[in-house]
C-alpha cells in the first residue's frame, strides 16, 4: 500500500531555512511524479515544486524559484524540500503527493492521485 509520510515543519524565524521530508513506501519512485504543496489558512492549496526523478524533470512555483530545492533521496525513498530564505507568507500546511507516471510535472493539485497528511510550517519571528 503506497504510504506518502511528511516531516520537517515548524517554527523558523524569517530569512531561516527548514528541510522537509516525504517518507515513501509500498511504490517505486521512478515510476511515479511527486510533488509538494501548500495551503495557507484561507487560502486554496498551490502547487510548490515537483521532480519526475526517470526523467530528471523539476518544476518550482514562480514564487519559490531560487528559494526551494526539491530532490530525492534515493537510498532512503525520501523526498526532501529545501527551503531556504523563508518569509511569513511561506507560512502553510506543506503537503507532498504523487501520481503515477513521468515526464513534465505539473503544479495541478488535482493531477496527484495520492497525499500525505501534510507538515506545519509558521516562518514568524
Known amino acids: 500500500q503506497l504510504h506518502l509520510v511528511e516531516s520537517g515543519g515548524g517554527l523558523v524565524q524569517p530569512g531561516g531555512s527548514l528541510r522537509l521530508s516525504c517518507a515513501t513506501s509500498g511504490f517505486n519512485l521512478d515510476e511515479y511524479v511527486i510533488g509538494w504543496f501548500r495551503q495557507a489558512p484561507g487560502k486554496e492549496r498551490e502547487g510548490v515544486s515537483c521532480?519526475?526523478?526517470?526523467?530528471?524533470?523539476?518544476q518550482y512555483a514562480a514564487s519559490v524559484k531560487g528559494r526551494f530545492t526539491i530532490s530525492i533521496d534515493n537510498a532512503k525513498n525520501t523526498v526532501i524540500l529545501q527551503m531556504n530564505s523563508l518569509k511569513s507568507e511561506h507560512t502553510a500546511i506543506y503537503y507532498c503527493a504523487v501520481f503515477r507516471g513521468f515526464g513534465l510535472c505539473p503544479l495541478t493539485s488535482r493531477t496527484y492521485t495520492n497525499w500525505g497528511q501534510g507538515t506545519q510550517v509558521t516562518v514568524s519571528s
Open positions: 521532480i519526475s526523478d526517470r526523467v530528471s524533470t523539476t
